[in-house]
């Protein structure tokens, strides 16, 4: 158990579907990560939000959006669904201040979309 | 730009001693880690290296980082079948924009042989 927990385990979604995916994490981890984890691949870096604003961004289209909440929990959106979108979703939270010494990560929710 | 290359497959016997390797590109990263990702769950953060380090030990685990040659490995000492798993290695580095960017490897695939 790491204190990260993402909801739900599983998702199949229909192409052109919006999808909403959670991650609520410890108290006092005011930094999350988005990740893109396709099979047989390392994770590929969406975006971080950092007290609520996003302050990073990868090689990901404006369809994957975010929120961040004052309770450190935080959603991943996407919209307009395409097959390859089909992945397992990972969150990583943490406090800004030891971010570096590593991060918490969910479990993840494999998302498939048909 | 950032890129980080592992090895996709590793065989031992149990008992033996584990060595996976990673190469990567940013002369500019000041962390770097190793994560495990059993079947189904998330990623496990089992150690990290602060970049002016060449080596760290922790129990089983042994991180060996030769900056100039780009070059980190991951020695797991007496290996056991519970170590089967996969083993990424990723980078990080702070961005322009004041975040954290890690950047992960494909993942080595450990298999221990009873």
């Known amino acids: 158990e790491t204190g990260v927990t993402q909801s739900p385990t599983h998702l199949i979604k229909t192409r052109g579907q919006q999808v909403t995916l959670r991650c609520s994490s410890q108290s006092g981890h005011n930094t999350v990560s988005w990740y893109q984890q396709a099979l047989g691949q390392g994770p590929q870096f969406i975006f971080q939000?950092?007290?609520?604003?996003?302050?990073g961004r990868g090689n990901f289209p404006p369809r994957f959006s975010g929120l961040q909440f004052p309770n450190y929990s935080s959603e991943l959106n996407v919209n307009a669904l395409e097959l390859d979108d089909s992945a397992l979703y990972l969150c990583?939270?943490?406090?800004?201040?030891?971010?570096?010494?590593?991060?918490?990560f969910g479990s993840g929710t494999r998302l498939t979309v048909v | 730009g950032e890129d980080v290359e592992q090895s996709l497959f590793l065989s031992v016997r149990e008992g033996d001693s584990s060595v996976i390797n990673c190469t990567y590109t940013?002369?500019?990263?000041?962390?770097l880690y190793w994560y495990k990702q059993e079947p189904g769950a998330g990623l496990q953060l089992l150690t990290y290296i602060f970049s002016n380090m060449d080596m760290k030990q922790d129990q089983r685990l042994t991180v060996l980082l030769n900056k100039k040659d780009k070059h980190l490995s991951l020695r797991i000492a007496d290996t056991q079948t519970g170590d089967s798993a996969i083993y990424f290695c990723a980078e990080s580095k702070v961005d322009s924009g004041g975040y954290q960017k890690v950047t992960f490897g494909t993942g080595t695939k450990l298999q221990v042989i009873p």
């Open positions: 940013d002369s500019s990263s000041t962390y």
């Open positions: 990583a939270t943490g406090n800004r201040t030891t971010f570096s010494y590593g991060y918490t």
């Open positions: 939000y950092y007290r609520e604003e996003e302050n």
